[in-house]
């Protein structure tokens, strides 16, 4: 099928890739290919800040269960369910030497991460401990989860390069700033100077028409 986009890109991106930016712009190629190129800038833009969340959000759980539990390999107390033992054993599969809890930190997923605050952890985890890794939260933990868990979908379509274009991004990026901020304030207000987010969602239609040139 012909999409009216150049033949390197329909062989390098393929063209069921391709094609709902093709519906996305009414069938106009040169729309379509500059939404792709947009599509790539702004799920870089996202990188830094999301990156920054990941780390602030797993370190400061891993900190409060740590402490809970009194040793850092905290995950050999802790009342995990069947897929959290399944996720730990994976990432420790995966050192031929003895894995340190710095290291089981660092493979964890960040799916593995937000599944702690799950329900199903509500009695054993968030109450007694996992409530404090969010010390500038107050709302319900089913709250916290559905952000998270949004964040988490965005994450993972950035990383495994599908289309944000079509979510409402200025509303994700104001969350991942306010859950942020739950964990650590300062970091939020320290890595907005650097954030490209913003200057990035106000050249979507120029750039769509192509009076913008796409940069990554």
């Known amino acids: 099928m012909s999409t009216g986009f150049p033949e390197w890109m329909n062989s390098v991106y393929s063209s069921p890739r391709l094609t709902p930016y093709l519906r996305h712009s009414q ?7 500059n939404l792709y190129y947009w599509n790539t800038m702004v799920s ?15 370190n400061s759980v891993h900190n409060r269960l740590g402490t809970h539990f009194r040793q850092e390999d905290w995950w050999n107390r802790a009342p995990l369910d069947n897929e959290g033992q399944r996720l730990v054993h994976q990432a420790q599969s995966r050192f031929r ?6 290291d089981i930190v660092a493979e ?10 799950a329900r199903r952890y509500d009695r054993t985890l968030w109450v007694p401990a996992l409530h404090r890794a969010f010390p ?8 916290l989860q ?22 409402h991004l200025e509303a994700d990026h ?8 739950y964990i650590n304030p300062e970091a939020a207000t320290g890595i907005k100077p650097m954030d490209r987010v913003p200057e990035v969602l106000l050249v979507k239609e120029q750039m769509c028409r192509g009076d913008l040139p796409p940069s990554f």
């Open 27 to 33: 069938g106009d190629p040169a729309r379509a290919v």
């Open 44 to 58: 870089a833009a996202f990188l830094g800040p999301l990156h920054t969340f990941e780390l602030a959000l797993r």
């Open 97 to 102: 030497r003895a894995a340190t809890p710095d």
């Open 108 to 117: 964890l997923s960040l799916g593995f991460w937000t599944s702690l605050i």
């Open 136 to 143: 500038g939260y107050r709302g319900p933990r089913r709250d």
């Open 146 to 167: 559905d952000q998270l868990y949004s964040l988490r979908l965005l994450r993972n379509r950035i990383m495994h390069c599908e289309p944000i274009h079509h979510r």
């Open 174 to 181: 104001a969350k991942l700033y306010q859950v942020l901020s």
